[in-house]
């Protein structure tokens, strides 16, 4: 399942950014530019200890990932200006395939634009966002096709790895932006997106 919606970035910003809610996916997608942010860090943190190809970053558990997770930082996604989504490092790595792997990986897609209508299309790659399992796992997901809604709770199986915090204080311990990703908040004119209707999911997922 896919829900796919447009949002702005931080800060008022009048450049689009593009995202996938795709429950078809495991990692976490986000812009080159963000992905190389976040890299860097990672080598300045773990220098050889890791190795990174062009999709994800991975090293030898040793025996799991909490050699790693205990030096990574959370993190935070935000879809509207109330609320901020964090993952701790234990919710964003997993052991795949003999590896610890690190679950951001880049992420862009197709923008095809033209100069004038009619005319020849120029096909470009834009950085864009994909949550996928590594995010879906956390957070109790509710698709709202009817009212072109997505909300989102905190998976009580889940509250150990993940919160949902109000933007003032995630902001008071580290500015204006997540410490990894830069927040993201919905174009709520042209495709609204309740980010959390809280108190009606948690009784939900408490029934």
């Known amino acids: 399942m896919m829900y796919d919606f447009e949002m702005p970035k931080f800060e008022g910003a009048t450049d689009i950014a593009q995202a996938v809610i795709d429950t078809g ?3 976490i997608g986000i812009p080159p530019d963000q992905h190389q942010y976040v890299v860097g860090m990672w080598k300045q943190t773990f220098g050889a200890e890791i190795s990174c190809d062009n999709v994800v970053c991975f090293a030898p558990p040793e025996p799991d990932c909490a050699i790693y997770t205990s030096r990574m930082k959370p993190v935070q996604i935000m879809f509207d200006k109330e609320h901020v989504f964090e993952i701790a490092p234990e919710g964003y790595t997993m052991l795949a395939d003999g590896y610890c792997v690190f679950g951001l990986m880049e992420f862009s897609r197709e923008k095809k634009t033209s100069l004038k209508k009619g005319g020849p299309e120029k096909v470009q790659k834009q950085g864009a966002y994909l949550l996928g399992g590594v995010f879906l796992r956390h ?16 998976n009580k199986e889940a509250q150990h790895r993940a919160r949902i915090l109000p933007a003032g204080e995630a902001f008071a311990a580290h500015g204006k932006k997540s410490p990894l990703l830069e927040s993201m908040v919905v174009n709520e004119p042209e495709k609204p997106m309740n980010a959390t209707n809280q108190r009606a999911l948690n009784h939900l997922m408490s029934a």
């Open 25 to 27: 996916t495991t990692l």
């Open 139 to 154: 957070f109790y997901t509710v698709f709202n096709w009817d009212s072109q809604q997505v909300e989102f709770a905190v």
